[in-house]
Structure formats: structure tokens, C-alpha cells
């Protein structure tokens, strides 16, 4: 492990919804402490500087591990949601894959303000809102492990050539393993699992390893207030290493 680049999303987005959470940016200083403790460079973005474009730039990135905390979504080709005007670019032509790539993506720093304006934002711009469909473009191919530190991040539209979601970006864009969410993740306890995970691998463990631990740990602490597993079982990993 070599670089870690963590981006987080602090710009009254949330892991579930538009609503800020304190959560992600306690989450991301506790990771950072971590890491300079253990000698682990690592890169931080927060605020305004957590942009779409930021996250687009890391194409061709050396960085071992990408630790994104944010809004993640996944929006089924039946249900309506804020970000429908979102979609309308997707003409008839596009491949089913393109479509549903489309429909899962994470939330940067302007995405609430161009949910509110309507999507109305000047020509060339993007909306922060960061699809699946425009991830599988990057080349991440360096990247060890991604961490989704957000809600939905493993859900997608099933196919017979498996879940089109985020991993499937993911993965076309090159990345080896995968940590992310089955459903909605309190913020509190996706602070204190996260941080126990890179404390975890900063000791040396292998992702497996410090999930595992890092899940143990949420159970039990706090006089297992976590213990429930809509808390600690949401995260898995795809392609572990």
C-alpha cells in the first residue's frame, strides 16, 4: 500500500439523501491519522475541492487504495426519482450496459445544487454527480482496493452477465477489489467500521482480514450498541484480496 487518496463529499450531501452527516468528515480526519502514523501517504479532498472533476483527473492514478465517502445511489429503471432530468440524455441508442450504468453513481460537491436548479448549469460543466457509465471510462488499473463508503454502492440492475452497477464501473475501469454497501448504512457506525478497517490494514492485514475484524469490532463496541447486523453486514468485499 503505498497511497491512499480519500474524497469526501462535503457539501450538504449524505449517505443517504441530500441531508449532510457529520459522519464522513470525522471519518476521513480518523483515516488520515492513521495512515501519517503509519507512514502512509495519503491525499485528502474535502469541501469544494471533493468535485466530480477531481475524481475524473485520477484516470492513469498511481494511488494504491481511493476511499470515497458520500452519497452513493442506485435508482431502478422503474422507480422515479430527483434525478430523472439526469437520465433524459440517454438516447434509444444507447446499449442496455450504458442505460444501467447510468442509473448508479456516487454524489460530489455541486450535485445537490444542480438537483435543486433543475440540472440547469451552464454547458460544459459537470453536475457532480459521478455515474457508473463515466467511471468505466477511467483507467484505474493501479488501484488495489476501492472503498465505497456510502449507501446502495453494490446494488445495481441485474443481468445475466451480473449486477450493472457501480462495481461493474468499477471494474471495467480496472480496479481489483471492490468494498462497498447492500443497503442504507448508518453514519455513525460506517465512521467506526471504516476507521477499524484501515487501522486494520495498516497493521498488515489484507482487506479480508480487516473487514472481518473491523466488523467484530463494530459489534462489540460501545456495550454493543452496533451489534445489529443492518449496522456491521451491509459492506462486503468483491474480489478480496
Known sequence: MTEIRNILTFDNLSRDGLAYLPGTKQEVDNIHDILSEAEIEAEVYTGADATEESVKALSNTTSSILHFATHGFYVPQS?????????????????????????????????????????????GCDDGILT???????????????????????????????????QRGLKKAGVSTILMSLWKVDDTATKLLMSN???????GDNANQALVK??????????????????????????GL
Open 79 to 123: 422507480a422515479r426519482s430527483k434525478l430523472d432530468k439526469a437520465y433524459s440524455y440517454i438516447s434509444q441508442r444507447s446499449t442496455i450496459e450504458e442505460q444501467s450504468l447510468s442509473r448508479s453513481g456516487l454524489l460530489f460537491a455541486g450535485a445537490s445544487n444542480s438537483i435543486a436548479n433543475n440540472f440547469n448549469i451552464p454547458k
Open 132 to 166: 457508473s457509465k463515466e467511471i468505466s471510462r477511467l483507467d484505474l488499473t493501479q488501484v488495489r482496493l476501492v472503498v465505497l463508503s456510502a449507501c446502495n454502492t453494490g446494488l445495481g440492475d441485474i443481468k445475466r452477465e451480473g449486477v450493472y452497477g457501480l
Open 197 to 203: 478497517f484501515y487501522l486494520n490494514l495498516a497493521k
Open 214 to 239: 473491523a466488523q467484530q469490532y463494530l459489534r462489540s463496541t460501545q456495550n454493543g450498541k452496533f451489534n445489529d447486523p443492518q449496522y456491521w453486514a451491509a459492506f462486503i468485499l468483491l474480489d
